[in-house]
């Protein structure tokens, strides 16, 4: 049976995805603080729940700072839902690819995409001249994380002049993603250090740009580990965190000095369906219910005496064997999920929470829409 408004959450069938909305608003009104302390702009990374009116109630408590999306299929679905100030953090590569950005482009007021090569800058180019538009660019600069962008130094110089004297092109500055940090730093001193570093990294971009005179107006960077962290250096304008509404086992163990079970809106509720001896239960939630494309395993929300020990596409293997509870089938186990923007993709539907009842309902709208 499908969830209604106003049920109770004990009376939910699971496995069901539940966000705390009380939790999510605290966590989006933290991350609003800390753009408002170091003067940037909180553009949110709807890539995490792929929810248009998630992505409207962000831009509200942000300040209108707009969000991001990670493919165009996210694009269209927010775009079609009313969200008109996007930043596209991946390039746009393949001609029906083009098109439907140039498309886009003239039907929402702010659209920018991302570019590292003089091939992706070449074929927007293209299309944006076929399809008589300016197309707003930002370039990809690697500060670290060696997975896209383009190197610090003078190829990043002759990228933003290719940009800059392209016709239909119009240079909005770079992005300066640092997540590479995360798996290097253990402390918040850490943390501190090494997201300095890597936007002296982009601030050194951003003098050799402008050097060639050619303005930088923005800055973008971060994600929900890093931003509170880099937002603080004077180069950067904009700050694109996507988990920090919800949080989830990873941002838990890697910033417990930040992060607590109180912070972790979103969790699954599942039930006992099988409890083969004392040490042992089984709950409907497994692979297919959490995703486990992360070393971190799903932790109970509410209790630290058992444990999430494996997992098999719908069972998931409890450990009791800590625990003084004597278990039944038919009780419900609440868990934190291992990574949240996985674990939504696997859901059609997100459960808003409040004071143990259902008060919202949001559908995941762009779940598996990849291109």
């Not at 049976?1 to 995805?17: G, I, K, N, R, S």
């Not at 969000?67 to 953090?89: F, H, K, P, W």
């Not at 607590?260 to 979103?266: E, R, T």
């Not at 038919?330 to 059609?348: A, K």
Request: charged share 30%.
């Amino acid at each position: 049976m499908a969830p209604t408004l106003y049920q109770p959450v004990e009376d939910l069938e699971t496995p069901a995805l539940l966000v705390d909305i009380d939790a999510m608003e605290r966590n989006i009104e933290e991350y609003a603080a800390v753009a408002d302390e170091n003067d940037v702009t909180l553009r949110s990374h709807i890539k995490t729940h792929k929810n248009a009116e998630l992505a409207a109630l962000e831009d509200e408590m942000t300040d209108g700072g707009g969000i991001c999306c990670q493919t165009l299929g996210e694009v269209e679905t927010m775009a079609r839902n009313g969200i008109d100030d996007i930043y596209l953090s991946y390039q746009v590569v393949g001609e029906r690819k083009l098109d439907r950005f140039c498309w886009l482009s003239q039907k929402v007021e702010k659209l920018a995409t991302t570019v590292d090569s003089a091939a992706t800058i070449d074929l927007l180019q293209d299309a944006a001249q076929a399809h008589e538009i300016t197309a707003d660019v930002i370039l990809e600069v690697d500060v670290g994380l060696h997975r896209t962008g383009v190197a610090p130094g003078p190829e990043a110089v002759a990228l933003a002049e290719r940009i800059d004297e392209a016709a239909n092109l119009s240079f909005d500055g770079i992005l300066a993603y640092e997540s590479h940090v995360k798996a290097e730093a253990e402390t918040e001193s850490e943390f501190d250090e090494l997201c300095w570093e890597a936007m002296e990294l982009g601030e050194d971009v951003v003098d050799d740009i402008e050097a060639a005179g050619i303005p930088v107006d923005e800055v973008k960077v971060g994600g929900t580990a890093t931003s509170r962290y880099s937002g603080k250096h004077p180069v950067v304008t904009e700050i694109n965190p996507g988990m920090y509404p919800f949080n989830d086992v990873g941002e838990l163990e890697l910033r417990p000095w930040e992060v607590s079970k109180d912070d972790c809106a979103a969790t699954i509720v599942t039930t006992v369906i099988s409890v083969p001896d004392d040490d042992r239960l089984v709950v409907d939630g497994g692979s297919k219910t959490f995703s486990l494309d992360k070393p971190q395993m799903p932790v109970p929300k509410n209790r630290d005496d058992i444990e999430y020990a494996n997992a098999s596409e719908e069972h998931g293997w409890i450990d009791t064997s800590n625990s003084d509870e004597s278990f039944a089938v038919g009780d419900r186990l609440e868990f934190i999920v291992p990574h949240v923007c996985t674990t939504i993709n696997l859901h059609d539907l997100i459960i808003g929470v409040r004071d143990d009842q259902v008060e919202e309902l949001w559908e995941v709208q762009a779940r598996g829409k990849v291109r």
